[in-house]
């Protein structure tokens, strides 16, 4: 039994997902190692630098193990690296043996295995298929969050006009409306999908400088940089000015992002947990057959998806704190943090996965009660509005006088427990001016939502 939750039969699709566990799962780890040594090989047989024939017996062998990553010794493979402290070598090993098996009859013993690794050092070759797991990891998010923004989207167009109470602090403030709500929910992830363009050139760059980075066991000047660049062709990532060993920013900004889109989540999951409280219920998670079920209250239906986005965030942040501490590293090689993204990257990407799905799931199917928004707006019988009144009413006494008069007024509404409107009648200094009419308009919710809905426009507008 697994003794992480992402792997766990229990938890595992509740926390991650499988096709994020497929991309940073053992296998796929092992896979991408021999696709980055096979690369480098085939790469550096078009530079004359390792025979042909024993690139292409390499890259068969690395097509096998990637193909079948259990057809590995893994028990060796284990054993040896608990030896070593890192898995490279004693995959190296068996890579080379096998390609051994597998070259042409042309090359003397043995001499395939021979150039496996040629040039490179442990770091360059996990650094790379970290690489190429968060290309395939970013890929993943990005299509879980054009989902997202597809769903939210759809609510600030279709909730664009639902008045409901603003909130702040808790407590009533001015009235909004539901699509403006979630049109700050999308602003968001559309500044996250920004991001990530942004931060793939950064990111998708390869590894490859040798024992200290500087690549002097091939040789000297651009000459030895010419593995480095093929190597980057061969696996479609950019190139590097220089090594980035002991320079773990992209590393640190990727776990930085999926922790901002956690917090992002978060505060969505918390909006919305709060909305389907049954003092508010203004709104509640898709309804499933048993989800949420207490196991005493059969009336309860608990917002379970929010509370898994809420725990992911948490884990996320604390994942982000990692990765800059791994970004502290000694002199060309460091003696420790680097082992620490070993945890923090993979982990962060099936969090960021299992907290995306959930939101997909909830915001997708979210259930909206505008009637209950209705009936909330006006529990405090206009005071949501006081502010409106007293703008109107400024014009013709001043604002600190129209502050005080409807100030007065919210208390005696409150105090009596009537609609501030009949309050307001009643007060002379402010229905002389304005009139019943106009004390009528302006004390409608519904006529105090600002620039709300044309700040919906324009975030539906900028998503072209």
């Given amino acids: 039994m697994s003794i992480g939750i992402l792997g766990s039969g229990l938890f595992g699709d509740m926390f991650g997902t499988a096709a994020m566990r497929a991309v940073f799962g053992e296998p796929a780890f092992l896979a991408r190692c021999v696709e980055v040594e096979a690369a480098l090989a085939r790469a550096q047989a078009r530079l004359g630098i390792v025979p042909a024939d024993a690139a292409a017996a390499i890259s068969a062998a690395a097509a096998e193990i990637a193909a079948d990553p259990a057809s590995l010794d893994l028990a060796r493979l284990a054993r040896e690296t608990e030896t070593v402290g890192y898995p490279i070598l ?20 043995g001499a395939a295995g021979r150039w496996v690794h040629w040039g490179a050092t442990t770091q360059d070759i996990m650094d790379t ?32 006009d639902t008045p409901m109470a603003g909130r702040t602090h ?58 480095r660049a093929e190597l980057a062709r061969e696996l479609g990532l950019g190139e590097p000015a220089i090594t980035w060993h002991v320079a773990r920013d992209a590393i640190a900004e990727t776990v930085q992002f999926l922790a901002l889109v956690g917090g992002s989540l978060a505060k969505i999951a918390f909006d919305v947990m709060l909305m389907s409280a049954t003092e508010f219920g203004e709104a509640a998670e898709p309804f499933v057959a048993g989800r949420g079920s207490s196991s005493t209250m059969p009336q309860k239906r608990n917002p379970i998806s929010c509370e898994l986005i809420l725990a992911a965030a948490k884990a996320l942040r604390q994942h982000a704190g990692l990765a800059l501490d791994a970004m502290v590293s000694d002199f060309e090689r460091a003696t420790g943090p680097w082992h620490v993204e070993w945890i923090a990257l993979p982990e962060s990407f099936g969090y960021a996965a299992g907290a995306l799905h959930q939101a997909d799931f909830m915001i997708g199917g979210l259930i909206v009660d505008p009637a209950r928004m209705a009936r909330n707006l006006g529990m405090t019988h206009g005071l949501i509005v006081a502010e409106a009144v007293m703008m109107g ?48 308009a302006l004390t409608d919710p519904a006529n105090y939502l600002g620039a709300a809905q044309a700040m919906v426009d324009r975030v539906l507008a900028g998503r072209g």
């Fill in 90 to 109: 004693p995959l190296v090993r068996q890579l080379a043996e096998r390609a051994v098996g597998l070259q042409p009859t042309g090359l003397s013993r």
């Fill in 129 to 160: 298929a970290a690489v190429l797991q968060i290309r395939d990891g970013l890929a993943l998010i990005d299509a879980d969050l054009d989902a997202l923004r597809g769903h939210l989207a759809v609510l600030a167009r279709q909730y664009r």
């Fill in 170 to 227: 808790l407590q009533h403030a001015l009235p909004i409306t539901f699509g403006y709500k979630a049109a700050v929910w999308l602003s968001a992830f559309d500044r996250h999908a920004a991001r990530l363009a942004e931060l793939k050139p950064r990111v998708l760059v390869v590894q490859f400088g040798g024992a200290a980075g500087t690549l002097a066991s091939l040789g000297e000047g651009e000459g030895s940089l010419g593995s």
């Fill in 393 to 440: 009413l400024a014009q013709h006494t001043g604002r600190n006088e129209a502050h005080d008069l409807v100030y007065d007024s919210c208390r005696a509404a409150i105090e009596s427990d009537r609609p501030l409107y009949d309050v307001l009648l009643e007060t002379p200094e402010v229905v002389g001016p304005l009139g019943a009419e106009r004390l009528r």
